[in-house]
């Protein structure tokens, strides 16, 4: 499983989940720091790559689409949190994950809750 990370969470976040064992890229890596959301949804169903994201624009994108990719991991209410955090939520969680985000998931996924949707949304 390679994680994409989106604009809206640090590069250091990508950088600490590598450093941890995780196959993991920020949009910058892949130069799509300006990208639109539908650039980095298409880029992520073409490449096999989850998205990890901020942004509840990919539960949009999933749900217009009706499609099983790409995966996405939602993090919510983290904001206000550093990028350290979101990396530890991250680890934390992602193994516990990882079969459904193979299979076709939208997880959403905060310090207190975590919920998994197979996909396609519909």
């Known amino acids: 499983?390679?994680?994409?990370?989106?604009?809206?969470?640090?590069?250091?976040?990508?950088?600490?989940?590598?450093?941890a064992g995780f196959d993991a890229v920020h949009v910058s890596?892949?130069?799509l720091l300006t990208a639109s959301d539908d650039e980095i949804f298409d880029?992520?169903?073409e490449d096999g790559l989850v998205v990890?994201?901020?942004?509840?624009?990919?539960?949009?994108?999933?749900?217009?689409r009706r499609t099983k990719s790409p995966s996405v991991v939602h993090?919510?209410?983290?904001?206000?949190?550093?990028?350290?955090?979101?990396?530890?939520?991250?680890?934390?969680?992602l193994p516990q994950i990882a079969e459904n985000l193979n299979r076709?998931?939208?997880?959403?996924?905060s310090p207190t809750r975590l919920a998994i949707r197979d996909l396609p949304i519909g």
């Open 75 to 93: 993090l919510r209410h983290v904001a206000e949190l550093v990028a350290e955090v979101h990396t530890d939520l991250l680890v934390a969680n």
């Open 29 to 31: 890596d892949l130069d």
């Open 52 to 64: 990890v994201t901020a942004d509840s624009d990919f539960g949009a994108l999933l749900t217009m």
């Open 1 to 19: 499983m390679r994680l994409l990370l989106d604009a809206n969470l640090s590069p250091r976040v990508a950088e600490s989940l590598r450093d």
């Open 104 to 109: 076709g998931a939208i997880v959403s996924l």
């Open 43 to 45: 880029r992520a169903a």
